[in-house]
């Protein structure tokens, strides 16, 4: 009988990772006394970045990423205010921003609200409470966004997980291939680093098998890995995150050469025969991995174990 293990062991070690971090802001304003201001305003509650202009700020956005919240003044030499946060909404849409101005320029606020590419506006001189409480809002609105663009990301990335396991069982026709293919969507579906889909004949890993790797990532090697060696003998679901205070266990020390946060193995078994092991690896923090979750990998392994058994035996 197949039992499902301890999901929600399992889900509270995985999830241990997702720290919360200090949100990014990115302050822009050509006058440094008013970038200090800023900056000592929401130093506690933010990671705050500083550019004394569009073009400079354009430059720290193409190296640190999206922030959650850009407050930029709106008179600056050679680009308006209004003109930089324009040019970052085709790569940051759902940055929340902010224009603080000391004049009435009627025509550009209008339309940068109307088209989306501000958030609010603030008069100068600003009341410090008032643009706290804006700015709050502001982080709490981008972090419904990015919470909802990322469960439907989730949501359509797991559909073509399921599509691609129906898919192989139904052709069967290239082993290795199929492999890739699984192994691909499962990376893409749970946002990993590497994953690896492997083949077990006789409890034993073989050289069969498919990769997902990501640009930059590495894959560690399995061959001597001894939590997969305990996902093969138990049949069970193993892990080991990167957590405060936890030690690498023997065999696996190439774990830190690859910079590994966290790494699970999911045994794949069809009529108890274990068929293959699925490791899904993590260089970096995870996000909503909970027990639905594991439970959707269980359950995608269990549908894995019926394709790679119906290629095995057509």
Known sequence: ???????????????????????????????????????????????????????????????????????????????????????????????????????????????????????????????????????????????????????????????????????????????????????????NSFSTDSCILRLVENNQLVQTQGTYTKSGSIAINLDNDVLLQEAIANHKMQVWVNAPGSTLPKGTEDYQAAGLQAHLLVPIIHRDNLLAVLSLQWQQRISNMGENELKLIHLSAQQVGLAIATTLNP
């Open 1 to 187: 009988m197949d039992v499902i293990p301890n999901l929600d062991s399992i889900s509270r070690q995985l999830m241990s990772l997702d720290r919360p971090k200090k949100p990014k802001m990115l302050v822009v304003d050509d006058e440094p006394d008013n970038l200090d201001l800023l900056y000592r305003t929401f130093r506690r509650e933010f990671n705050v970045l500083r550019a004394e202009s569009g073009a400079q700020a354009l430059s720290i956005l193409s190296t640190e990423g999206e922030v959650a919240v850009i407050i930029s003044d709106q008179r600056m030499p050679e680009m308006k205010g209004t003109e930089f946060l324009s040019k970052t909404v085709p790569q940051f849409p759902d940055t929340m921003r902010i224009i603080l101005t000391g004049f009435t320029d009627v025509e550009d606020l209008v339309e940068a609200i109307n088209s989306g590419q501000v958030y609010k506006y603030i008069t100068k001189p600003w009341d410090p409470n008032e643009l706290k409480a804006v700015v709050q809002r502001a982080a709490q609105t981008y972090e419904l966004l990015k919470q909802r663009t990322e469960e439907l990301y989730r949501a359509q990335a797991q559909m073509t997980l399921m599509q691609t396991i129906v898919q192989v069982a139904e052709e069967s026709a290239n082993l290795e291939a199929s492999l890739q293919q699984i192994a691909q969507a499962f990376g």
